[in-house]
């Protein structure tokens, strides 16, 4: 079964849907803490740690390998929950080589475009790779086509490393990627609630509402 990933940093929205008993985990990056309103990582992805209970990926903002392995050691000793999200670049892959040999090794592989990057942050050691949808869509490219070959590859080669979809845009990307076998989706909140919502359930609710209410007071 597909796991769902909330894509944001804002603690209110994350208390909202684990509320809803369907949230897995969250993911975060530097631009959604900052759209959150905060410039503590480390205190903001551990409010989110306490909330899901569940997988959290918090990204570095060092370019170099040696960077990235640095902060990576910080964010992955937070908690047992958390992951480190790391670009699909060439000091990206030194790093994932190097994370994934530990034993908290807890990699989000981000920023990927094709199926040759995800191949190769798998080969690396990658737990996850982020396959940014949306971000295609909006060039003109294929996005969702992108989720479907890296699915055939990973099943192909029987790597471990989980497919994740992200960068979803609307709920018929959630649909496409089910369908793509995602592992795991990740989604702004306003995409998770419309993935609840239907003009017809409404006006279904308010029908069998009202033919209770005719009943009861006759």
């Known amino acids: 079964m597909a796991r769902l990933f909330l894509d944001t940093a804002n603690v209110e929205e994350i208390r909202e849907a684990t509320r809803w008993g369907i949230l897995d985990g969250v993911t975060t990056n530097p631009t959604l803490m900052m759209r959150a309103g905060t410039a503590d990582l480390k205190a903001n992805t551990l409010k989110i740690v306490d909330l899901v209970q569940g997988p959290v990926s918090a990204e570095v903002v060092a370019t170099d390998a040696g960077g990235m392995i640095e902060e990576a050691r910080k964010i992955l000793s937070w908690s047992e929950h958390v992951f480190v999200k790391i670009p699909c670049t060439a000091e990206g892959l030194k790093a994932i080589r190097e994370i994934s040999t530990w034993p908290n090794g807890r990699v989000n592989a981000t920023l990927i475009f094709s199926p040759t990057q995800a191949y190769l942050v798998a080969k690396a050691g990658a737990s996850y790779a982020s396959i940014f949808v949306g971000r295609m ?24 490393c989980q497919l994740l979809a992200a960068s979803i845009r609307h709920t018929a990307h959630v649909v496409d990627a089910l369908l793509a076998g995602a592992d795991i989706i990740t989604l702004p909140f306003g995409v998770l609630q419309k993935m609840i919502r239907s003009p017809f359930t409404d006006v279904g609710l308010e029908r069998f509402l009202a033919d209770w209410e005719k009943v009861a007071g006759g």
């Open 137 to 160: 869509d909006d060039a003109g490219l294929d996005g969702m086509e992108v989720v479907r070959q890296t699915r055939d590859i990973f099943d192909n080669y029987g790597f471990h």
